[in-house]
């Protein structure tokens, strides 16, 4: 009995001791976590940084033979951010540099487009609707149908060759025989009253411009009458 006794009072100590190491190693692996993870966190804020004043390459650069590759550029970025990184760590900031870099240019796109339709388109004027009219008609498009809007515009217009070129009054001329009814009617008292009016102011002070404008008038008159 007395032996058994001094076996387990002389034990007890190693268990003791047993213990206190496993405590230390546990402290010493809480110690090596918390370096680790302080690392990983200076090495993220290094990434971010150097992320945000790394600047973009110019916008000729992609597809030019003097751009450097995209891997070789985000292979400098990361040794200048830190030398001593291992070759691990320098790929993976890599690619996270090249993730930022995809990033802002994607940004970048999407408000240059957003800034392109935004832009309204520029509208078209009556005297440029109306002549696409005319020459629809006469090349017998498809899709060309009446509107009295054009026709209006044209009849209105048609005696000033700044409105209504000379290269399109011929085919005016072609485009009015078709008149009918109503429309050939007052189109001719019209033409009627404003030859009148133009051989009186004439007859006063010859102008070239009303010289112009008389001779579309007979034309007019001639094919109408």
Not at 54 to 78: K, Y
Not at 80 to 90: G, H, N, R, V
Not at 91 to 96: G, Q, S, T
Not at 210 to 225: A, D, N, P
Request: glycine share 6%.
């Amino acid at each position: 009995m007395l032996s058994t006794r001094n076996f387990m009072s002389s034990s007890q100590p190693l268990c003791e001791i047993g213990s206190s190491v496993r405590k230390k190693e546990e402290k010493q692996m809480a110690k090596q976590k918390r370096k680790v993870t302080e690392v990983t966190g200076k090495k993220n804020k290094k990434l971010k940084v150097s992320a945000r004043e790394t600047p973009l390459a110019p916008e000729g650069a992609p597809g030019g033979e003097d751009a450097p590759p995209e891997g070789a550029a985000a292979c400098r970025a990361v040794q200048e951010t830190d030398p001593e990184l291992s070759p691990e760590e320098k790929r993976v900031l890599e690619r996270k540099l090249k993730k930022e870099r995809k990033k802002e240019e994607r940004k970048r796109l999407r408000e240059a487009g957003t800034a392109v339709a935004q832009k309204p388109p520029a509208r078209r004027s009556g005297a440029e609707l109306a002549l696409d009219y005319l020459c629809g008609w006469a090349q017998k498009h498809q899709d060309w149908r009446f509107q009295k809007t054009r026709q209006t515009w044209l009849l209105l217009h048609m005696y000033d060759s700044d409105k209504v070129p000379d290269k399109h009054f011929s085919t005016l001329l072609a485009y009015l025989e078709g008149l009918r009814g109503r429309a050939r009617e007052l189109t001719v008292q019209k033409a009627e009253a404003l030859m009148q009016e133009l051989d009186e102011a004439g007859a006063a002070s010859p102008d070239p411009l009303l010289l112009e404008k008389t001779q579309r008038l007979r034309q007019v008159l001639q094919l109408l009458s």
